[in-house]
């Protein structure tokens, strides 16, 4: 998709596709935001930029910009932003957004996570805790999987003695009664939400 | 006038009695004040006091009054006896609130309290009660020259108040600015929509107004008199000259847009589809609520840019550097023209800085809410290419160089130049400038003198000797005082407002208006009694010249900050009293002292002076004289007073009118006397002046830095006489200042005048 810069059609597209979108027209470019983000320094673009970026019609960088994968959800600009914009909400619509328009920066840890975690929640309905940290230790291979694990062998020990992790899960662990019904709630959800923000 | 008879009261109020010897006062307002009756009192302000006051005046002839009680400034309605000369000593604020309670001050307070009574004293015997300006006149109609909304707005709202207005405008029709409007910026809840300009119904208004007179296609060719007396020339373009005679002025001629032919690299002037404010304004009046078409052809507009500070805020010293504080209003308004009629239409608004006066932030947020962009960014070219154009700009939060292709309508927002006529210190500032090593100023004034070069064109046309048209400060803005009196031009009687005044949209212009409507007023009203116009309100003295003594050096003429004295045929300084703002800049300036006030003169500050005691070289008390601006300066130390801050006993406090009315013979008198130091305490001055009469304060340092090599021919050091900046804020400064002064004075050797 080719969009004319300083253009609304990117605008647009945010604003129907992107949950409060709408609201990314109202931003008046204080920076409080960009300034309030105790992550700030660690990403490559801040709230502010992106909007401006968004407003220029830069489709392309915002979509693979690894800001809204950084959010750790703090909600300091929302409570700071002078506009009131859901600032932490928009960031989470943007990475949804890029996510199903196959625009995730290639290895990001956060979109790796989210991606396991749901794949891992979906299978039984419930969060297999063993099997998500060992997705995480080995998913840079073996050799890394090893140190990783190796490195946090205290922590896994200490969480069984407590009985927080238990090492039986390894072989496939519980999940809920009615699998069939719950995946059957998620095709609908995603239909509808596909439908509501023209993702299909 | 029956005789004088000086009669003193010293009150004991206000623990005045505990801390002072009254009877001792008593003794000293007797024996060295010669006053005739004495009278101590427990509380002077109260009704008995007062009344003991009242029945003395009506019954012992008493002319003049001395009370040494507390500030001047103090209890002014209990001591407001209008029929007697007063003079007020200050031994309260000046003298046991500044001074320790402790056996050890005891001395130099008593003395300090002593002195102040021997200066009211001799003060008083000075004065004259004023008799208000003979030269009173009673004209009370108001002339507005003008007719855009500011005004038409002074003139509805002087005729609303009962007075008779005479409306000149230039143009062939009222309504100025806001009538090229298709539209203003919106002025009411909730601020989210363009509004009509409702300059009809104000025509209307004025039209069915039987007091107000309107001259359109007219001119004010010939101003001449003064406040209540004012004759003005209307010429008329048919070629007739009315005169008609007004009470006050008020200027209200609004502004120019800046010229956008002095932008080609915006693209102006090489593609019709480039313009100014104006321009779109015209497209959207033409188009009256239908789709807005390229000019070029006439095409369809998908995309609009507007440009803020075109030609504005500039730093390279070619465009206006300032900003017109109104554009961003218009362009956010001028975006709706086309989203109200087609939301699909991009309009960008690239700015630097978006300023929104008043309600302007209402204004943005519906802006945004129809969906105009907003960029910050800053445009460095347009580029025309047949029916649309390239915006190039560097976007200031994506710091990267960038462009808009394709937009069809380009919309640059020059800004406000004042229609303020000649600028009549254009030659003084030049010259100053280039005194100071910097020559551009007086080239571009020896420019503008030559030949063939295009004047400016003045709009009042005084016969003023200062010139034709009211001072400007900075980048041609009428002069007033920014703080404490907006519309008061340095003309007294005529005032400015709207646009002319400073940059401003609509809203502040109609505010701005029906102020300087009320001051129009303010001021027949005063000139119809012979009273001072502000900021000395309400005075009845005036000027008074012993024109046998002038040596017709023309200082008062050329330094008279309001352009109150013009010249007679035998080149006499003529004073126009009722021009006059009583400040005393005149009689400062006077070498041979022959201009006074009625109240207060150079013999009213010279013999107070002269009636401090000077302690012998042997006593190691220092005298120091402090000439302090009534306005500012003196209130802060009363107000010092009220902390309890302490300060030097060596002190004697003299409340003069401006800085600029200080004879410079007053510094001489008092070096003369045995004082040990001068020091003056007047306003800032400079572009940000806070002066109460604009220019006495810088009058005074200039004067004040001739007076070192007077001191050094005395064999005085000149760090005797120094001159400070305070402000009416300067409440613990001031005393730290003092006792700094002091410190420094009484580490020089005594004055050697002292015993003389």
Known sequence: ?200 | MADMKVAAYICQGCGLGERLDTADLAKVAQKEGKAAIVKEHPFLCNAEGVAMIRSDIDNEAVTHVMVAACSRRAKTEAFGFTDVALSRANLREGVIWVRPDDEESRETTQEMAADYVRMGCAEVKKMKLPAGNPETATNRRVLVVGGGVSGMTAAIEASKAGYQVVLVEKGAALGGWAAKLYKRSPSRSPYADPQDTGVDEMIAAINADSNITVYTNSITSKTEGAPGRFKIDVSQESGATVTEEVGSIIQATGFTLYDANNLPELGYGKSPNVMDQAGLEALAKAANGGPIKRPSDGGEVKSVVFVQCAGQRDETGKHLPYCSGSCCLTSVKQAMYFKDNNPDIDTVVVYTDLRMPGNGEDFYRSGQTKGVTFTKGKVSTVEATGNTCKVNFQDLILNEQTAIENADIVVLATGQVANSGVDVDAKLKADIAAAAGDETLLNAWNAAQAEGAVKPISVLNLTYRQGPDVPQLKYGFTDSHFICFPYETRRTGIYSAGPVRRPMDIVQATEDATGAAMKAIQAVENAAVGRAAHPRSGDLSYPIVRIEGCTQCKRCTVECPFGAIDEDEKRYPLFNESRCRRCGTCMGACPVRVISFENYSVDTVGSQIKAVDVPDEFSEKPRILILACENDAYPALDMAAMNKQVYSAWVRVIPVRCLGSVNTIWITDALNSGYDGVMMMGCKHGDDYQCHFVKGSELASYRMSKVGDTLQGMGLEPERVQTFEAAITDIERLPKLINEYADAISALPPSPFKGF
């Not at chain 1, 300091?76 to 989470?92: A, F, S």
């Not at chain 1, 619509?93 to 995730?104: H, M, P, Q, S, T």
Request: contains cysteine.
């Open chain 1, 1 to 200: 998709m080719s969009i004319e810069k300083y253009t609304r059609s990117f605008l647009k597209e945010v604003e129907e596709r992107v949950e409060e979108g709408h609201w990314v027209k109202m931003c008046m470019q204080c920076g409080v935001c960009a300034g309030s983000c105790p992550l700030g320094a660690h990403w490559e673009h801040t709230p502010q930029k992106i909007f401006m970026m968004i407003r220029a019609g830069k489709r392309e960088e915002v979509l693979s910009s690894d800001s809204m994968w950084m959010c750790t959800s703090c909600y300091q600009c929302i409570v700071r932003c002078p506009r009131k914009l859901p600032i932490t909400h928009i960031m989470h619509g943007l990475a949804y957004l890029a996510k199903r328009e196959g625009l995730v920066p290639k290895n990001q840890p956060t979109a790796q996570f989210g991606q396991l975690f749901w794949d891992n929640l979906v299978k039984t309905g419930r969060v297999n805790e063993l099997k998500l940290s060992l997705g995480m230790y080995f998913k840079d291979g073996f050799s890394q999987g090893i140190k990783n694990a190796m490195a946090m062998q205290s922590v896994g020990l200490g969480m069984m003695k407590a009985k927080r992790l238990n090492p039986m899960e390894i072989m496939g662990g519980h999940g809920i009664k009615d699998k069939s019904g719950f995946h059957a709630m998620l095709k609908k959800a995603r239909e509808l939400e596909d439908s509501r923000r023209k993702l299909a």
